[in-house]
């Protein structure tokens, strides 16, 4: 035995034929038909097509065929765009560093060619006709283009994907089920790019026809009009970050993930950055586990965001990302604060005959020109958004009010025709939430306003009411105190005395005097002036009991929202109050100044709506 062989024990190294390094790399590009669908789309956009065509059978494994009216492939080219690191987007890093189209990588042809049977027809533009490559795994080297019809741009066709790799074949799901994921696909892509027509076919089926349209349009044509009709609009502006969209209005969302759609640059991303700012802006005003819907594009200078971090380019890497939530976090949280007067779009408040409160909500947003939203388009937006909100309530399917007509805690999840925050109307009078009528129950508030009859949750509206005001009081370190006539006694354990000893300063800052008034016994001497309708004594224990649980500092800090919250809810009218008419006329008119009014400090609802024709409905009039 020679000196230089190896033990036969000792693995050897050796390069990997050119298919069997696509075919890995493929594991990465081309996860499912979806995964193939996104790349040949974008690839038709960087082509700078106006129209798309998507054609699919059965659930794109056996046949992905996308059609596009693009820049075309030059026949010499064809062969290469299937090589792996072979691209026309880039040349050099600083390219990569700025880069503006959806490719880059070079690699998604070549991929989908390792792993499927691909086809590629091609009319560079100029050209006097059409070129055809054909690419089997075993035949992508030394494949030669032939002659083709084909009148201008690109057609490429996917078949039968993983017919030479029946290991991941296996893991493939239903028709179904990757069909889903194609539409997600296709839906992502034609919702960032407004301007291009698509369309999409599965087992000859039309499934969605998308001519193209400003971006209201397009979200309208995908999410639907229920999701437009309780959407708020969204456009806020700084240096050289933008954002713009529909989010949902807080009292319409749902327990489902699905609609949430955010774009970096035009490109569907799932950051978890944007994912935080965006929970933390609902956080306020969301019930429980509800899910906002949404749909967002965020804008960015490309030179700070990284979108090589993975290959499906899902990912991104912000530069500065505190800036980036920052940013998003404000423009969510603006948007959903600002009041019913604003948001609603009607005339300026009247003079009021009790208490105002100066609200600290930025005005909406100014429109900034940005992603397929022109000046027009916004007006045309508002206006579309108005009339979808008509059709919507006009319409009969929406009919069975007679169960959701009363608010309870439960009911934000059915779509309803109950709109708590319309949109605006072109001919409103008079206040938003109008005139007070009665007090039903000692529970609702019934109003009139000039589209019909508006229903409060007395309490929890002025929960919210309450709440914002004490925030907005700390904030200025102008709680005010009201001394109570007699102090309130109660009774207490050693370690509340002890709290109300040590923390009695803090506890000034908040609105209350507690002291000692004997053995295990605390007198309440004076309580947030804000806070006087409620109950004195319930109110300190649960401050108490909050600053036993939590301790001072984080009361003050990381809990000082849910403080508030807990105090304004005590300190709110008690169910069961009767009010008097101007009592609750004042409480109507301070909801309307009132930022996230529409929502209870715990996410639910604090008013509804029934308009004429709903209630014309319900007495089957004039039909
Ligand atoms: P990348 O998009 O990252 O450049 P791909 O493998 O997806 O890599 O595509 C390789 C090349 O093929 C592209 O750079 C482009 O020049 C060309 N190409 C692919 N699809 C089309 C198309 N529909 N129209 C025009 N050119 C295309
Ligand atoms: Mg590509």
Request: glycine share 6%; aromatic share 6%; with cysteine.
């Given at each position: 035995?020679?000196?230089?062989?190896?033990?036969?024990?000792?693995?050897?190294?050796?390069?990997?034929?050119?298919?069997?390094i696509s075919q890995i790399a493929a594991g990465e590009v081309v996860e499912r038909p979806a995964s193939v669908l996104k790349?040949?789309?974008?690839?038709?956009?960087?082509?700078?097509s106006t129209a798309i065509q998507v054609y699919l059978e059965e659930g794109g494994v056996k046949l992905i065929r996308i059609s596009d009216d693009g820049c075309g492939i030059a026949r010499d080219d064809l062969a290469l765009a299937l090589t792996r690191h072979?691209?026309?987007?880039?040349?050099?890093?600083?390219?990569?560093?700025g880069v503006a189209s959806m490719g880059f990588r070079g690699e998604a042809l070549a991929s989908v060619a390792s792993?499927?049977?691909?086809?590629?027809?091609?009319?560079?533009?100029?050209?006097?006709?059409?070129?055809?490559?054909?690419?089997?795994?075993?035949?992508?080297?030394?494949?030669?283009?032939?002659?083709?019809?084909?009148?201008?741009?690109?057609?490429?066709?996917?078949?039968?994907?993983?017919?030479?790799?029946?290991?991941?074949?296996?893991?493939?799901?239903?028709?179904?089920?990757?069909?889903?994921?194609?539409?997600?696909?296709?839906?992502?892509?034609?919702?960032?790019?407004?301007?291009?027509?698509?369309?999409?076919?599965?087992?000859?089926?039309?499934?969605?026809?998308?001519?193209?349209?400003?971006?209201?349009?397009?979200?309208?044509?995908?999410?639907?009009?229920?999701?437009?009709?309780?959407a708020r609009l969204l456009q806020v502006e700084a240096g050289p970050l933008s954002l713009e969209g529909l989010i949902i209005d807080p009292t319409w969302a749902t327990q489902s993930k699905d609609t949430q759609y955010t774009f970096v640059n035009g490109r569907f991303v799932r950051d978890k950055v944007i994912g935080h700012a965006l929970?933390?802006?609902?956080?306020?005003?969301?019930?429980?586990?509800?899910?906002?819907?949404?749909?967002?594009?965020?804008?960015?200078?490309?030179?700070?965001?990284?979108?090589?971090?993975?290959?499906?380019?899902?990912?991104?890497?912000?530069?500065?990302?505190?800036?980036?939530?920052?940013?998003?976090?404000?423009?969510?949280?603006?948007?959903?604060?600002t009041p019913i007067q604003e948001s609603s779009g009607s005339e300026p408040p009247q003079p009021?005959?009790?208490?105002?409160?100066?609200?600290?909500?930025?005005?909406?947003?100014?429109?900034?020109?940005?992603?397929?939203?022109?000046?027009?388009?916004?007006?045309?937006?508002?206006?579309?958004?108005?009339?979808?909100?008509?059709?919507?309530h006009r319409e009969g399917s929406h009919a069975d009010f007679r169960a959701t007509a009363f608010p309870s805690p439960?009911?934000?999840?059915?779509?309803?025709?109950?709109?708590?925050?319309?949109?605006?109307?072109?001919?409103?009078?008079?206040p938003p939430l109008g005139y007070a009528l009665a007090q039903l129950h000692g529970i609702y508030i019934l109003a009139q306003n000039s589209k019909g009859l508006v229903l409060v949750d007395m309490h929890a509206a002025h929960e919210r009411i309450l709440y914002e005001k004490l925030k907005h009081a700390l904030d200025q370190q102008q709680m005010s105190r009201q001394a109570l006539l007699i102090p309130a006694l109660f009774s207490a354990q050693p370690l509340e005395v002890a709290a109300v000893e040590e923390h009695g300063a803090a506890l000034a800052d908040l609105g209350f005097e507690i002291s000692l008034a004997g053995p295990g016994q605390l007198a309440l001497r004076a309580v947030p002036a804000l806070l006087q309708a409620g109950d004195p004594t319930t109110l300190a224990r649960a401050l108490l009991a909050e600053l036993q649980e939590h301790g001072l500092s984080q009361l003050m800090t990381a809990r000082r929202n849910e403080l508030l919250a807990t105090m304004a809810c005590h300190g709110a009218v008690r169910a069961r109050r009767q009010l008097s008419l101007p009592e609750m006329n004042a409480l109507l008119r301070q909801m309307e100044d009132t930022?996230?009014?529409?929502?209870?400090?715990?996410?639910?609802?604090?008013?509804?709506?029934?308009?004429?024709?709903?209630l014309d409905r319900l007495f089957l009039r004039g039909r």
């Open positions: 035995m020679s000196a230089t062989m190896p033990p036969p024990s000792l693995p050897r190294i050796q390069a990997l034929p050119d298919l069997l790349e040949l789309m974008e690839n038709s956009l960087d082509a700078g072979a691209t026309s987007k880039i040349r050099t890093l600083a390219d990569l560093e792993v499927a049977r691909l086809s590629l027809t091609s009319r560079a533009r100029g050209s006097d006709h059409a070129w055809k490559l054909r690419a089997e795994s075993s035949t992508i080297a030394g494949a030669e283009p032939e002659p083709a019809a084909l009148m201008a741009g690109t057609v490429v066709e996917m078949r039968d994907l993983y017919f030479n790799t029946p290991a991941r074949r296996k893991f493939l799901k239903s028709e179904g089920t990757e069909f889903g994921h194609c539409a997600e696909a296709f839906k992502r892509i034609a919702l960032a790019h407004p301007q291009v027509a698509f369309t999409l076919v599965h087992n000859g089926r039309s499934i969605l026809q998308l001519p193209r349209s400003d971006l209201s349009e397009r979200i309208r044509a995908i999410l639907g009009d229920e999701f437009l009709a309780h929970r933390e802006a609902y956080r306020d005003v969301l019930h429980g586990s509800r899910q906002p819907a949404l749909c967002l594009f965020l804008q960015v200078d490309p030179a700070t965001v990284d979108v090589n971090v993975h290959p499906a380019k899902t990912e991104v890497r912000f530069r500065d990302s505190r800036a980036v939530h920052q940013f998003v976090f404000h423009g969510v949280q603006r948007t959903l604060a009021r005959a009790m208490e105002i409160t100066a609200h600290t909500a930025a005005p909406m947003p100014r429109h900034q020109p940005g992603l397929g939203m022109a000046e027009p388009a916004t007006v045309a937006y508002l206006d579309l958004a108005r009339s979808v909100r008509e059709d919507y439960v009911r934000a999840q059915a779509p309803q025709s109950l709109s708590p925050q319309p949109l605006p109307e072109t001919a409103s009078e008079g930022e996230r009014s529409g929502q209870c400090n715990h996410g639910r609802p604090t008013w509804t709506e029934l308009s004429m024709d709903e």
